[in-house]
């Protein structure tokens, strides 16, 4: 019975993230071509945003992983050792996919770009941990518990699976509820959360009651697929509304003004006084500078503790404080995907093109001194 069950689930969760990660593929590709103009912007620095292809290929090591699985049912000559640290590989792999993919989120835990090493160092101990299981199974066998309930060389792995689940339920929630999707946030929460529930009996000795955490598996599995299925489509209205980088100039005519023309958002040649909030003007400056005389690879600027702009908030501030003082209405508001691009991994760069922004001369001198 319990073979026919785990044959059954691994059958079904092969075929569905193989699916969901070829429809991923499938999304990401087209929106590459067709919304080129609006994610490369110009010819010398592309901007591929590749949040949706490591989500797909998280799916994918799901996938191998899957097959893994059948070879040992099918294969006795397969010992339980090499299997165990076959999987653990795969789940490191899978880990480490859904991890890069949040970098590629706007909504990702902030702390997590404020280390411009954070990424290398939490890789690394994923794959130190999943080497810590490998190395437990063979010493200690498959079977080894403690407290006679425990796991030992599952326990790695479930540590770094808890941590990547709390990172991409925020992530995930915080984004939806950006984009006024809250119930698909909240949705995409409880799926995560019993994609972690599911992996329960992996660590934990439990009764005889495999059957339900296969099903529960699958339909976490099934929901998160269909929750980046929704994401993809979001992202695409997203980019479909967004104003083109050709149509947007920018005049910086003095401090505390700049003169700024969007047609698509019927803002034409609009004097923006940012008054006393010269932080806000500052930031801005230091975009538009970067921007103009930078080199391709230097335009992007890293907002975080190591960065030249401390916070994602100054950002918002340029944003809200435009709107507040051109009276936008709220269909009509601008957002910051409007004037920034988000590179990844903390950085960000002015949309506008660099023949587009105009700076004072003064200004610009008098700036670069300080």
């Known amino acids: 019975m319990n073979l026919s069950v785990d044959f059954f689930h691994l059958l079904a969760s092969i075929f569905i993230s193989f699916i969901g990660g070829s429809l991923l593929l499938a999304i990401w590709y087209h929106i590459q071509k067709q919304f080129k103009t609006k994610l490369i912007e110009d010819e010398q620095q592309p901007r591929l945003d590749k949040g949706l292809f490591y989500l797909a290929l998280a799916m994918f090591v799901w996938v191998v992983s899957g097959v893994w699985n059948l070879i040992y049912i099918n294969f006795s000559s397969l010992d339980a050792q090499n ?132 099903l ?34 920018l005049h910086f005519i003095d401090w505390s003004l700049v003169k700024i023309t969007i047609p698509s958002k019927d803002i034409y040649d609009e004097l923006i006084d940012f008054g006393s909030k010269t932080t806000q003007f500052k930031n801005f400056l230091l975009f538009a500078i970067s921007r103009q005389n930078q080199n391709a690879s230097k335009q992007g600027i890293l907002v ?42 903390g950085t960000y760069r002015l949309r506008v093109l660099p023949e587009h922004i105009k700076i004072d001369e003064a200004l610009k001198n008098e700036f670069q001194k300080k």
């Not at 290398?120 to 063979?138: C, M, V, Y």
């Not at 000795?205 to 955490?213: A, D, G, N, Q, V």
């Not at 929750?227 to 979001?234: D, F, G, K, W």
């Not at 709220?330 to 988000?342: H, S």
Request: aromatic fraction near 14%; glycine fraction near 4%; include cysteine.
């Open 83 to 214: 299997f165990t640290a076959g999987l653990s590989i795969f789940s490191a792999l899978n880990n480490i996919c859904f991890f890069f993919a949040l970098f590629y989120f706007r909504h990702a835990p902030k702390y997590l770009f404020q280390k411009s090493k954070i990424r290398t160092t939490i890789s690394f101990t994923i794959l130190g941990l999943a080497f810590i299981t490998i190395i437990s199974t063979f010493i200690f066998g498959d079977d080894f518990y403690i407290f006679n309930s425990l796991k030992l060389n599952a326990i790695p792995d479930f540590l770094i699976s808890i941590l990547i689940t709390y990172w991409l339920m925020l992530t995930f929630y915080k984004t939806f509820t950006q984009r006024n999707l809250k119930l698909i946030g909240i949705i995409a929460f409880l799926a995560l959360l019993m994609m972690l529930v599911s992996q329960l009996p992996d660590v934990i000795k439990l009764p005889e009651s495999i059957f339900t955490f296969h």
């Open 216 to 249: 529960i598996k699958i339909i976490a599995k099934t929901s998160l697929i269909s929750i980046c299925l929704v994401l993809a489509t979001s992202w695409v209205i997203e980019l479909a509304q967004t104003p083109t980088s050709k149509e947007v100039t």
């Open 304 to 345: 975080g503790s190591d960065g030249k702009i401390k916070s994602q908030t100054y950002l918002s501030r340029i944003i809200e404080n435009i709107n507040s003082i051109l009276n936008l209405e709220k269909n009509n508001a601008l957002e910051r995907k409007d004037l920034f691009t988000f590179l990844g991994e």
